[in-house]
C-alpha cells in the first residue's frame, strides 16, 4: 500500500448531491485510515464552475507530488470523464465510475429548473445552457484501459447497458440489481480501491 501514498483520491459526486453522500463519506474515512489524500468539493452545479473546481484542486495536489485518482458518481463520472480525456496530467490518472451518466445533455433536459438539493436545503438552479456546456463535454477515451466502470443493472435512472457501451475496452464491473446510488457499495469498494490505488 506503500504507493498509495504518492496519490490523491478525488470523488465527484453526482447531480444535485453532495460530500455528505454516503459513498463519498465511506471512501473518506477509509483512505484517511489508510493515510491517503482525499478531496470531496462541493460542486457547483453550472458544469464550468464544477470543472474549474475540480482542476484547480487536482493541479494543487499535482504540484505536491501527487497523482490523481478519480471516483466519479452518475453526473461526476461524466466530469472524470472529460478530466481523463483533457487534463494535461491525464497520463497519471486512473478513474473508477459509479453508474455514471453517459449523455447527461439528453438525460437531464427534463430538469431545467429549481431543484433541492439532497443533503440540505440549498436551492439549486440548473439552467438551460448548461445542457449545452455538457454536450461540448462530450468526450472520446483514448486509454480505455484506465477506467472501471461499476454499472447496477438495477440502477432506476440510468441505463446500465449505455454505460457499458459508453466505455468499450474499459474494465467494467457488471451489479445484479443494486440501484442508481449503489446502496450496497461497501460491498464493491475492494475491487474499486484495488483498481485506483495503484
Known amino acids: 500500500m506503500s504507493a498509495s501514498k504518492d496519490l490523491c483520491v478525488f470523488y465527484l459526486h453526482g447531480f444535485k448531491s453532495s460530500p455528505a453522500s454516503s459513498k463519498a463519506v465511506m471512501i473518506g474515512q477509509w483512505l484517511a485510515e489508510k493515510g491517503v489524500a482525499y478531496e470531496c468539493p462541493a460542486l457547483d452545479i453550472s458544469p464550468l464552475i464544477a470543472l474549474d473546481?475540480?482542476?484547480t484542486l487536482i493541479d494543487e495536489?499535482?504540484?505536491q507530488g501527487l497523482s490523481p485518482r478519480l471516483i466519479g458518481s452518475s453526473l461526476g463520472g461524466f466530469y472524470a470523464t472529460w478530466l481523463m480525456e483533457q487534463h494535461p496530467a491525464?497520463?497519471?490518472m486512473r478513474a473508477a465510475l459509479l453508474n455514471?451518466?453517459?449523455w447527461p445533455s439528453r438525460d437531464l433536459a427534463g430538469q431545467v429548473g429549481t431543484h433541492k438539493?439532497?443533503?440540505s436545503d440549498e436551492i439549486l438552479a440548473f439552467r438551460d445552457t448548461y445542457l449545452q456546456d455538457l454536450k461540448a463535454m462530450e468526450v472520446g477515451l483514448s486509454q480505455p484501459e484506465r477506467y472501471l466502470v461499476v454499472a447496477?443493472?438495477?440502477d432506476e435512472l440510468l441505463d446500465w447497458k449505455d454505460m457499458v457501451a459508453r466505455y468499450p475496452g474499459a474494465q467494467h464491473l457488471v451489479i445484479p440489481g443494486s440501484d442508481h446510488g449503489l446502496s450496497d457499495?461497501?460491498?464493491h469498494w475492494p475491487a474499486v480501491s484495488d483498481f485506483l490505488l495503484r
Open 61 to 63: 495536489r499535482l504540484a
Open 117 to 119: 438539493a439532497w443533503h
Open 53 to 55: 473546481q475540480i482542476e
Open 90 to 92: 491525464k497520463d497519471q
Open 152 to 154: 447496477a443493472q438495477g
Open 185 to 187: 457499495f461497501p460491498d
Open 100 to 102: 455514471p451518466a453517459c
